[in-house]
């Protein structure tokens, strides 16, 4: 019997929950062997590494070789011991108690007075960290106990989800954290790699630490199989990164075109993921004609979400139920169905011939690494938008560029590119408070009843405040601030290797070379 795999996969940003069957074995009855190196294609360079300060998904990839936090999560989602052996929480505090014996790249232990400066960085909005509100609420603070090797943390608001967010950080070590410009294109972790060579746009060379002891859950060091050595290729065309996937020169892909079809049989393990990938954001930035609601009104009405579900998704996809992906969000149903206007070509025309985008032009900037659906997509959108009467500027961006919109770098109207995470708390910096470089709210939203349905739902804990989720996902939904129109299937494909997924990334511990 086939198991049933939940993983998470990587939006152009951040993380992008699912799950799905795994798809097979594809060991073929081949057994894990040493001393072998481990390739792994991505659509996108990692630009910089410091964990604190990206939001690519690519990067947190990387970094997940680089970096332990202080819980580990296992393929169906749930936590696992990581650098924390035990924890505890509520919705405004928990406590860490540290592993024994953990030791950072450069040989030194490390110190719960290192991980609660870690929590400390991130939660303190002058240091503009893009984790904060993501892992770390703003204001949060940590003690540290080194004797008792203890961390307590407690938050100034209220996070249903406090003791998962905190234990996902990367926790970087002393001499990264006094000198982050080290960081860009090295690393200073715990984890059991260690960057040896960065050439960016081409490939990433790293090294396994043979005293690296620990790991998440039941890691057992002596295991049979650990690759000596991770090479990460930047490979932007996916036809190509298949052929690599074929002959086996690449290990391990994402795909999320037809060239998986290429890639079927026992010689593959295939790990599939369902995420919501197509979302349409509106800046709405004072100014701009997509600050006004009628006029994303009119603008949605225009598009024909149906079919740009099936182009984006070259009609592999379904209609998007929420701003989370299903399998890995505590919370189910549909938030999407029924709040977003219908298709009315005739009348959105109308109703843009009298608004403000009446003869304005949009730049419309689409996350052209990771998707081969994209460009037919956006193009489909610049045609009907275009047909109601609105001029359309069609900007491809690379996963960097994706990087900088989300740091307020980069002029912008419309974006077509996925922000995913697997807790709906997760998405609060994105769709709230303030904007770069002070935050990470890049398209300026000021969706009052989705701040209301926030702060009802974190007093709650866990899975008891999904009635409070579910409000706050349609109170965006339906002030068309973000629009997601795609769920697609993105699995990995993987040759010659066994892997598992942890949300949303190959877990460097679940790598075990096939001979």
């Not at 060091?221 to 991770?230: F, I, L, N, Q, S």
């Not at 999407?336 to 206007?341: I, Q, S």
Request: glycine share 10%.
């Amino acid at each position: 019997m086939k198991a049933l795999r939940c993983a998470a996969a990587l939006g152009a940003v951040v993380l992008l929950a699912a799950c799905g069957d795994d798809g097979g074995s594809g060991t073929s009855g081949r057994q894990p062997v040493d001393g072998k190196t481990f390739t792994m294609a991505v659509a996108g360079d990692p630009g910089n590494l410091d964990p604190h300060f990206t939001s690519l998904s690519v990067t947190g990839q990387v970094d997940r070789f680089l970096y332990d936090s202080l819980l580990g999560f296992a393929p169906d989602g749930k936590t696992l011991p990581g650098l924390a052996e035990t924890w505890e929480s509520t919705s405004t505090t928990a406590k860490f108690t540290l592993r024994k014996g953990i030791t950072c790249a450069d040989g030194t232990p490390l110190t719960a007075a290192t991980v609660a400066k870690n929590i400390n960085f991130v939660g303190d909005v002058k240091n503009s960290s893009t984790r904060i509100g993501l892992y770390v609420p703003a204001g949060a603070k940590a003690t540290p106990d080194d004797a008792a090797g203890t961390v307590a943390v407690t938050s100034p608001s209220p996070d249903a989800f406090l003791e998962r967010n905190l234990g996902g950080l990367p926790i970087v070590c002393e001499k990264g954290m006094a000198d982050r410009t080290t960081l860009k294109q090295a690393s200073d972790g715990t984890g059991a790699y260690t960057v040896t060579e960065a050439v960016p746009d081409d490939h990433y060379t790293l090294t396994r630490r043979k005293e690296y002891l620990w790991g998440p859950g039941d890691y057992k060091a002596d295991t049979v199989g650990r690759p000596d050595k991770v090479v990460i290729r930047v490979i932007t065309n996916e036809t190509t990164t298949a052929n690599l996937v074929l002959s086996g020169e690449v290990n391990a892909a994402r795909f999320t075109g037809p060239d998986v079809q290429r890639l079927q049989g026992d010689q593959f393990l295939k790990r599939d993921v369902l995420a919501p990938t197509g979302e349409i954001w509106f800046n709405q930035k004072a100014g701009l004609p997509t600050a006004d609601l009628n006029v994303r009104k009119a603008l949605v009405q225009s598009l024909d979400l149906t079919q740009m579900q099936q182009v984006f998704t070259s009609g592999r996809g379904t209609a998007a139920t929420g701003l989370v992906a299903p399998a890995m969000s505590p919370c189910k149903g549909d938030n999407v169905a029924g709040n977003v206007p219908a298709f009315d070509a005739a009348a959105g025309k109308t109703a843009i011939g009298s608004s403000a985008a009446a003869g304005k032009k949009l730049v419309v900037a689409w996350g052209a690494t990771g998707n081969p659906g994209a460009q037919a997509a956006a193009e489909l959108l610049q045609q009907q938008w275009q047909a109601a009467g609105v001029q359309v500027e069609l900007k491809s961006v690379t996963t960097t560029q994706v990087g900088q919109i989300a740091a307020g770098q980069l002029a912008w109207d419309v974006a077509m590119f996925p922000i995913g995470v697997t807790l709906p708390s997760q998405l609060i910096p994105f769709l709230s408070g303030p904007t770069p470089p002070n935050g990470a709210n890049f398209a300026a939203f000021d969706n009052k009843e989705y701040a209301a349905a926030v702060a009802e739902a974190q007093k709650q804990s866990g899975e008891s405040g999904c009635p409070q989720w579910a409000a706050a996902e349609k109170a965006v939904v339906q002030n068309l601030d973000l629009v997601p129109f795609a769920n697609s299937n993105a699995p990995t494909i993987a040759n010659g290797v066994e892997l598992n997924l942890s949300e949303g990334d190959v877990d460097p511990s679940s790598i075990r070379m096939l001979g």
